[in-house]
């Protein structure tokens, strides 16, 4: 196809008097002002927040990826994935479409006049033309996606409070915006392609614009109108058209159209291992956050980038629990708390809840004291979230404010007081920290006064927790048997501090680290293992340590392999629990999944498993704390998953003391004990140990 | 209104305790020292009293262990607004003796109200609220579970046994012995004791032992004896009832 480039274009204004084209250029000022007025605001309130250095090349080509290929979006969600993907691809190829006709038509022709260096004609204009119909097509058909998913409305999409009862609050607005921003979008791609349409027909179809697939397609069909009727069709649309869309550009900023900006600078700026490495207390005089103005700036972007998407809302085990904590809602009224304090009008009127638009304290006031406590830390919700938002360090902080408070919930103050004592949330002496060791047949190095290759770091359940120490004394067994040279702390060890921190304790923690810096630094060894996950994470990610921090499914995995391990074969099915701190906070899914196939079990995988598994509820400090007010407990929930998977999957098997403190009691207040038997990934390979001879004779 | 409150470090129950030699004390060689917890009762009621009233707290601990300083520095941080540590290295008092330092220390300081855990782990009966009252000629009133700020004094209430309370309007000044505040006692945060810590300020004066007074002397203490467990009776009431006779007649006291 050649055509001469003078006759392959169109006339922008076709038509239009100056006195039409003066009142368009006033309005899309306007518009621009208005979207810039919001903008600024914007701007203005995340200027509030405490500076953090977020960004980095690395960090900006990161958010970038993420933005181009839309996988955060389309995680766990593939329908929702491609329809964001075509309306997200559709709206940057429309948005490049339209700043092409204002640098051609207004930058070079009427601010340059220079109608010569025109380009938007001839080839250029023919793909020019193609690419806009193709994505604009592809952008209707995702808006239709989304519109007809939320007909059906999704549970996630379920805007209901978990700690309001229904006339209590009024979250109209938020659906109201929903549709709004929904209905402008489908109102712009359809108005688009009516009123190429119509102006084609009005031009008589030059052959060219058949590029223009779906504008061809309503001018056929409009063509008996006759050309004139088309013309006025077209100005009538063009019009209607474009009033939307400077519409549109003017109410970005004031609605939930804004995470079309916030959502690329959250991903730019977003710190996923925030959670693992807590942030350090920024005024040391005043823990935790108080007011606007402690949050991070990141913090308070990251809360515009909310889309109410609901995902952290669903994965939460919170949540679902019936306890009064959604991390969606959190972020939510944090939001609502912001822009009332930074005086952000929103068209839509979903501002502060009146209560929250009060409150002196964000800690206990804007969101309330067992919202936070409820919280397990299991990093579930930031895991799923597609914009990158930190939910979990965000409510680390506040519970500082609230510890600095003196505002602690009984059964974690008992567990402070304990821990501040003993170094154990079990009231018990440091003395008796070892005593699990007395059950064994030989003798464990003291590594305070002989070298090891493994420190073992074996934890506070591990040791105090009559049913962990049994699992203890077996991995002692193993450890030993496989003649790896390891020792142990004895009562030197204190708690590591990793839910301390997390529970908001911040000089606890740093007491408990600083005494454990100082027995590790006289004891000689090359890396350490330890048994409890949580331990694993702050040992890992927060302790000054320079060496390899390492589970120990991640050593007996390497035993087996190397053959110092050698184990027989069980008959049966098992499942799989990923301890959080194991899985989503130092991402070790396969070695315990080695571990139990080595063992001849078939391993059978729950629906929520790896990343996406679900918490046992004891995180976070929830394990010192009362749980008797929950619907139903998240350790209990999740045994009937388990036990939905089938009567032939006999073990759970779990890899952290906790877990199989919280598991053991579950199965049998579920009244499962008889069909499911929880036991420690230990404990099987010790089981496959003992049939070792039955299979080799 | 000024209000002091006796702060006393007991030995940690935690840890494993051991008889000295002699066998008629605990080995107090490597014991921990806690705060007796009838007196942080005492402090929490004198801290929700200063909340309503605005008094001035002082508190007040003689130096009979090493972790003074820490128990005092945690009650400024929690909101007290003096702490004094009366003498060091004193050893182990008895209740007399202790009331005599503290009623010695308080003479001049005429607080309105003084308030102390009605008893502590470490002393065999509740007296050093009352050897202080008697002391300073005060009114006192022990078993306190609670108290009210009114015109001219305070309200309080003092539990009996069998669930009976009777309240009290105590003219002041007077003493009190806590059986227990009105909520629990606050957490306070390690970083807010640490600050205290850094911030020092803690009054020290000289004081010495007195000598040990005639009284109720200790002849002799003992670890508990374990005895063999329990019997668990099974079957309805008229089977326990009749197992419990059977039990009683073996034991020949019935």
């Not at chain 1, 995995?557 to 899985?583: F, I, M, N, Q």
């Not at chain 2, 004094?84 to 220390?105: E, I, N, P, V, Y």
């Not at chain 2, 803690?202 to 004896?225: F, H, N, Q, S, W």
Request: proline share 4%; glycine share 10%; with cysteine.
């Amino acid at each position: 196809m050649a055509w001469a480039a003078e006759d392959v274009g169109r006339e922008v204004f076709l038509g239009f008097s100056a006195v039409s084209i003066g009142l368009f250029y006033g309005l899309a000022a306007l518009a621009i002002a208005t979207f810039l007025g919001g903008f600024f605001l914007r701007a203005r309130k995340y200027g509030r927040g405490r500076k953090v250095g977020r960004v980095t090349l690395r960090s900006i080509l990161s958010g970038l990826e993420k933005v181009a290929t839309q996988r955060t979006v389309a995680k766990g969600d593939p329908y929702v994935g491609v329809a964001h993907f075509l309306v997200f691809w559709g709206f940057v190829v429309l948005l490049i479409g339209t700043t092409i006709i204002a640098i051609d038509e207004d930058v070079i022709r009427v601010i340059l006049g220079k109608p010569e260096w025109q380009f938007w004609k001839g080839t250029f204009y023919v793909v020019y033309a193609l690419a806009m119909d193709l994505f604009g097509i592809g952008f209707v058909v995702g808006v239709l996606m989304l519109a007809f998913r939320r007909r059906r409305r999704p549970a996630r999409l379920d805007y209901r409070r978990v700690d309001l009862g229904e006339g209590d609050y009024d979250r109209s607005g938020y659906s109201l915006d929903d549709k709004v921003f929904l209905g402008l979008l489908l109102f712009l791609g359809v108005s688009g392609f009516l009123l190429e349409g119509f102006r084609i027909a009005a031009v008589d179809f030059p052959p060219f614009e058949k590029v223009s697939v779906a504008g061809w397609l309503v001018g056929t069909i409009t063509a008996g109108w006759g050309p004139v009727a088309n013309d006025w069709a077209r100005l009538a649309t063009w019009w209607v058209h474009g009033l939307a869309a400077l519409g549109f550009v003017a109410y970005i900023p004031y609605s939930k159209a804004m995470h079309i900006v916030d959502d690329v600078v959250a991903l730019m700026v977003t710190d996923e291992d925030s959670a693992k490495a807590l942030p350090p207390v920024a005024d040391p005089t005043r823990p935790g956050y108080v007011s606007l103005d402690s949050f991070a700036w990141v913090e308070l972007l990251e809360m515009d980038a909310c889309t109410k998407c609901g995902r952290c809302h669903e994965v939460c085990p919170a949540r679902a629990s019936g306890a009064p904590l959604s991390p969606r809602d959190l972020i939510l009224d944090l939001r609502e708390y912001a822009d009332a304090t930074a005086d952000i009008p929103l068209w839509y009127g979903t501002g502060a809840e009146p209560a929250h638009r009060d409150a002196t304290e964000v800690a206990g006031g804007v969101i309330g004291t067992d919202t936070l406590w409820a919280c397990t830390t299991c990093m579930a919700c930031m895991a799923v979230c597609p914009v990158g938002i930190e939910h979990v360090p965000t409510i680390v902080q506040l519970r500082r404010r609230l510890v600095d408070l003196g505002d602690v919930e009984p059964g974690l103050q008992k567990a402070f007081q304990a821990l501040g004592r003993g170094g154990n949330s079990f009231g018990k002496s440091a003395k008796q920290r070892p005593r699990w060791t007395k059950g064994l047949d030989f003798e464990i190095t003291d590594v305070r006064a002989e070298p090891v290759e493994y420190l073992w770091f074996v934890g506070d359940y591990a040791s105090f927790d009559p049913r962990a120490a049994e699992v203890t004394q077996t991995v002692a067994r193993l450890l030993h048997d496989a003649g790896v040279s390891f020792g142990i702390g004895y009562e030197s060890e204190r708690n590591a501090g990793n839910d301390v921190r997390r529970a908001g304790e911040e000089g606890l923690f740093e007491l408990l680290r600083d005494h454990n810096l100082e027995w590790l630094r006289e004891a000689q060894f090359s890396r350490i293992v330890t048994t409890d996950p949580h331990s694993l994470n702050t040992l890992r990610h927060e302790y000054p340590l320079d060496v390899e921090v390492i589970h120990y499914t991640q050593l007996l995995d390497a035993l087996v392999t190397s053959g110092a391990l050698r184990l027989g074969r069980l008959e049966g099915k098992a499942t799989y629990h990923d301890p959080c701190y194991l899985g989503r906070y130092v991402e070790e899914f396969d070695a315990p999944r080695n571990l139990i196939r080595a063992t001849g079990l078939e391993l059978v995988e729950m629906g929520r498993c790896r990343e996406n598994s679900f918490c046992c509820g004891a995180g976070g400090g929830r394990i010192w704390m009362d749980d008797t007010g929950l619907e139903e407990r998240p350790a209990e929930n999740r045994i009937r998953e388990a036990v939905a998977l089938g009567d032939d999957v006999r073990f759970f098997v779990v890899a952290c003391p906790k877990d199989m403190v919280m598991y053991s009691d579950a199965v049998k207040t579920t009244g499962y004990e008889d069909r499911l038997e929880v036991v420690d990934i230990a404990q099987l390979l010790e089981r496959a140990r003992a049939t070792v001879g039955a299979a080799v004779g | 209104m000024k209000i002091a409150v006796l702060l006393r470090p007991v030995p940690d129950p935690v840890e494993e305790l051991e008889l000295s030699d002699d066998g008629t004390d605990l080995d107090r060689d490597f014991l921990g020292y806690v705060l007796n917890e009838f007196d942080d009762h005492a402090l929490e009621e004198a801290l929700l009293l200063k909340d309503e009233t605005g008094a001035e707290v002082s508190v007040w601990a003689l130096g009979t262990a090493d972790e003074v300083d820490q128990i005092l520095y945690t009650a400024l941080a929690k909101g007290a607004d003096r702490a004094c540590k009366l003498g060091d290295d004193l050893g182990a008092l008895d209740s007399r003796a202790q009331a005599t330092l503290f009623a010695d220390a308080l003479g001049d300081e005429a607080p309105d109200l003084i308030l102390t855990g009605v008893q502590a782990a470490d002393e065999l009966v509740g007296q050093v609220a009352v050897l202080v009252a008697s002391a300073l000629d005060l009114p006192h009133v022990e078993v306190v579970v609670g108290t009210e700020p009114v015109d001219g004094g305070i309200r309080v209430t003092k539990e009996f046994w069998g669930g009976i309370t009777g309240d009290y309007q105590v003219a002041l000044p007077a003493v009190l012995g806590i059986q227990a505040a009105r909520e629990a006692p606050r957490y306070v945060a390690v970083s807010r004791v640490r600050q205290a810590q850094q911030e020092g300020n803690l009054e020290e004066r000289d004081v010495t032992a007195p000598e040990p007074a005639p009284g109720v002397k200790v002849v002799e203490m003992r670890i508990p004896e374990a005895g063999e467990g329990a019997e668990m009776i099974e079957g309805d009431e008229a089977a326990a009832a009749d197992a419990i006779v059977e039990i009683l007649r073996r034991a020949g006291v019935a």
